[in-house]
T-cell receptor, first 116, second 114 residues
């Protein structure tokens, strides 16, 4: 158990809908990362937050957004869902901002999103 | 941009066989390199890492050496077990303004038979 929790474990929804994925980082971790794992794109970095502020953006679609709250949990919002958004969404947390690459990222178990 | 390429899979081995999973990277500068493992139905776990050239990362019998001259970080294990069956990801990471985001290879599925 990494200490990172993600809810829900599974989500099935229809095209055009909006969903929210939730992540609680390990106790004391200030950084949260979101990654998407799909069959065609592999594992891709989406976005990172540090202590409530967005710090880095990857291949995140405009239909997707995220935020980190004062209690450090994070939510990833996916809207106008398409079939191609079906994927496993991972959250990871780390202690610091990793300017020196020394902080390990701990991954949650993921949320499997199925868009029908 | 930065990228990681892993050997094509899946890889199927018998128990106690020798394992090599090749990983090469393309990057400007000198990233930290990682191997992550994903067991069925679980998230990713860090297996080992190396932060500079010629460093050797090791854990649970797995080893990988950071080779700057060949931009490689091949994963090896002398004797695999059935419990090693999983998906293995090679990844790189920069600090600084990249803020530590991981760039992953496509993953290699390993199946070990008794």
């Amino acid at each position: 158990d990494s200490g990172v929790t993600q809810t829900p474990k599974h989500l099935i929804t229809a095209t055009g809908q909006r969903v929210t994925l939730r992540c609680s980082p390990r106790s004391g971790d200030l950084s949260v990362y979101w990654y998407q794992q799909s069959l065609d794109q592999g594992l891709q970095f989406l976005i990172q937050y540090y202590n409530g502020e967005e710090r880095a953006k990857g291949n995140i679609l405009e239909r997707f957004s995220a935020q980190q709250f004062p209690d450090l949990h994070s939510e990833l919002n996916l809207s106008s869902l398409e079939l191609g958004d079906s994927a496993l969404y991972f959250c990871a947390s780390s202690e610091g901002i990793q300017a020196d690459s020394s902080y390990e990222q701990y991954f949650g178990p993921g949320t499997r999103l199925t868009v029908t | 941009g930065d990228s990681v390429t892993q050997m094509e899979g899946p890889v199927t081995l018998s128990e106690e066989a020798f394992l090599t999973i090749n990983c090469t990277y393309t990057a400007t500068g000198y990233p930290s390199l990682f191997w992550y493992v994903q067991y069925p139905g679980e998230g990713l776990q860090l297996l080992l890492k190396a932060t500079k050239a010629d460093d050797k990362g090791s854990n649970k019998g797995f080893e990988a050496t950071y080779r700057k001259e060949t931009t490689s970080f091949h994963l090896e294990k002398g004797s695999v077990q059935v419990s090693d069956s999983a998906v293995y990801f090679c990844a790189l990471r920069f600090g600084g303004t990249s803020y530590g985001k991981l760039t992953f290879g496509q993953g290699t599925i390993l199946t070990v038979h008794p």
